[in-house]
């Protein structure tokens, strides 16, 4: 025993020496990426469980055990959060934002090779016969007539000047609007403008029959003065100025989209024997319905055309920055079912684009040039652009917003209401498609398995007992899209340790954590109103049958007893007689012997 008492001794006092000791910040190394680990997985369904506002299928899975247990919901394409949903008066057909540029310094991007984000003065949202303009501020407010826009056409185009002014482009004609006042071009004639495009400095329209007409900001009275005309071999149904890149007075190309199915590169070069000069042109395969121009992310690099087709394909090409050619090897891509929208969206302080079919999309420029840290050598490189799909519903029309709050920012509309989303491009750093997010909801139990359930018999609401049924769509913030929902996902939660006293109680189990004890009658046992379910698993009020028939049984023992004590005492009656009986008898002879 000495022995042994010795050797605990000694073990106990035995410390294990430490080689390594991890430190808990990294000091010379630099964490530039993660990969979150879904492992264990105990379950994994696939399917579109967002009521059709997504076209592609979402992957459920189920992992981790009591509080740290989780639904996965893994999607594919960037990520979006969702800020703010209005409801608009009818269906929109196009919306834009105006900038305020005596902000745009102040608001400068920290990278700076990146182009200053001014702040959004307006939203103009633009019907089939009117114009709803709304202020952009701490709130989002109607404005009236205060604004200057002209509120009862349809507007297609609209912007901030250099000079502080605005300009709005609708079907009769063109808007200046400039400290209080309104400076008015009217189409000639009956004509109408089908489309048009503008920048800070340059103003392009298109009239019915092919007429492309070319305005210009002065500097030196602060108007629009119109320049040359031009008459294209076909209706055009789209054009793009271009963004006015830094250090320059003006966008040098226009690309214009003609009902022929040609697109082509139009010079905005100051000149009689430049301007308006076709200087590059291909044929497309569909019609186009948008074209937009992207700088490059270098100095002296190709320009970029992005075309969204009728047909719900895209098609990227380069364009000579010198000469203005159409490059030879143009990349075309199906994006949906629909004809594809394209507008010009800030991403990480640079230029993107975001594509809008059945399904809404996004292109930015990565590697090259692209971020800070390239080096020299391949800043000689042209930026690649990838594309990828968002994880949002289907939109309609779409264009960059900022503000105080969400400074690179979409404002969108989807059917009838206005969408207000920031999109999370981290993961589209590589190729097409790389990018995939993730979304994860915590459970209060160990998910034992999940299934899809009616919405006729199943309600979308999450709970916290156990086989709770908890709703797929646990990351909408939109409680009205619940009801709207046709299926529901289910997953069963079960984890008996994590239950307190009371739902212990309320299970049937009894404080010390013991089920309890029931009578299995034939049929089955109650299931707490009295009812079997004929297989012998109710509970409930089952038990407390079971436990009166156990009392009748006792009163029925009780009952026996008395009976007993009952017979045992008309036994000591009898013997009690027995003896009176035997004295009598005993005092009969004793008479008898005197005789």
Not at 23 to 29: D, Y
Not at 33 to 56: A, R
Not at 185 to 191: D, K, R
Request: with cysteine; charged share 20%.
């Amino acid at each position: 025993m000495t022995t042994t008492g010795t050797a605990t001794a000694a073990s106990a006092s035995a410390t294990a020496v430490t080689t390594f000791t991890p430190s808990p910040r990294l000091q010379n190394l630099i964490r530039i990426d993660g990969l979150d680990n879904l492992s264990p997985t105990t379950g994994l369904l696939v399917g579109e469980l967002t009521g059709g506002q997504e076209v592609s299928p979402q992957i459920y899975t189920l992992g981790g055990r009591g509080p740290s247990a989780c639904l996965r919901t893994l999607r594919h394409g960037c990520s979006v959060t969702e800020l703010a949903v209005s409801e608009l008066p009818g269906v929109p057909g196009a919306i834009f934002t105006v900038d305020d540029l005596s902000n745009a310094n102040a608001n400068a991007n920290a990278n700076a090779n990146a182009t200053p984000q001014p702040l959004s003065k307006y939203i103009v949202v633009s019907f089939a016969d009117a114009t709803l303009v709304l202020s952009v501020g701490d709130t989002v407010e109607e404005v009236g007539r205060e604004s200057g826009f002209t509120t009862n056409t349809p507007t297609l185009a609209c912007t901030a000047l250099n000079d502080g002014s605005c300009c709005q482009i609708h079907t009769n004609g063109i808007r200046h609007i400039l400290a209080g006042q309104a400076l008015e071009w009217h189409v000639p004639g009956l004509n109408k403008i089908e489309c048009a495009s503008a920048n800070h400095t340059q103003v392009m329209v298109a009239l019915a029959g092919g007429e492309v007409i070319y305005f210009e900001l002065q500097q030196e009275n602060g108007k629009l003065k119109e320049g040359p005309k031009r008459l294209m071999k076909a209706d055009v149904c789209c054009l793009d100025v271009g963004v006015v890149e830094t250090g320059r007075k003006r966008s040098l190309f226009c690309a214009v989209g003609c009902r022929d199915s040609t697109i082509q590169i139009v010079s905005l070069e100051p000149g009689q024997d430049k301007l308006l000069t076709t200087l590059g042109l291909t044929t497309l395969q569909s019609r186009p319905n948008s074209v937009r121009l992207l700088p490059s992310s270098r100095p002296g690099g190709d320009l970029t055309m992005m075309v969204g087709l009728d047909d719900g394909s895209s098609l990227k090409a380069t364009v000579d920055p010198i000469t203005g050619a159409i490059g030879t090897s143009p990349t075309r891509r199906f994006l949906g079912a629909r004809p594809v929208s394209v507008s010009r969206i800030p991403i990480d302080g640079r230029e993107s684009l975001v594509l809008l079919s059945s399904r809404p999309w996004i292109s930015r420029a990565v590697g090259a040039g692209s971020g800070s840290a390239s080096s020299a050598a391949s800043a000689n490189a042209s930026a690649k652009h990838v594309m990828a799909p968002l994880s949002y519903t289907p939109l309609d029309h779409g264009c960059a917003f900022s503000s105080e709050a969400v400074r690179e920012g979409v404002v969108a509309t989807a059917g009838k209401t206005l969408r207000i989303i920031s999109i999370d491009a981290s993961g589209l750093d590589g190729n097409d498609d790389e990018a995939f997010n993730t979304n994860k909801v915590s459970l209060r139990y160990t998910p034992r398995q999940m299934t899809l359930l009616s919405a006729s018999t199943a309600t979308a609401t999450s709970t916290s007992t156990a086989n709770a049924a908890t709703s797929a769509n646990a990351t909408n913030k939109n409680a009205n899209a619940t009801n709207k929902r046709k299926v529901v996902l289910a997953v069963v939660e079960s984890d008996y340790n994590d239950y307190g006293l009371e739902e212990k109680t309320s299970m049937g189990f009894d404080p010390t954590g013991k089920p309890s004890k029931t009578t299995t009658t034939p049929g089955g046992t109650g299931d707490g109103d009295g009812n079997g379910d004929g297989n012998g698993n109710g509970n409930g009020n089952g038990a407390k049958n079971d436990d009166k028939n156990k009392q009748v049984k006792k009163e029925d023992d009780g009952m026996d007893m008395d009976m007993d004590e009952d017979s045992d005492e008309e036994d000591d009656d009898e013997g009690k007689d027995k003896e009176t009986t035997g004295e009598h008898d005993d005092d009969d002879e004793e008479e008898e012997d005197e005789d």
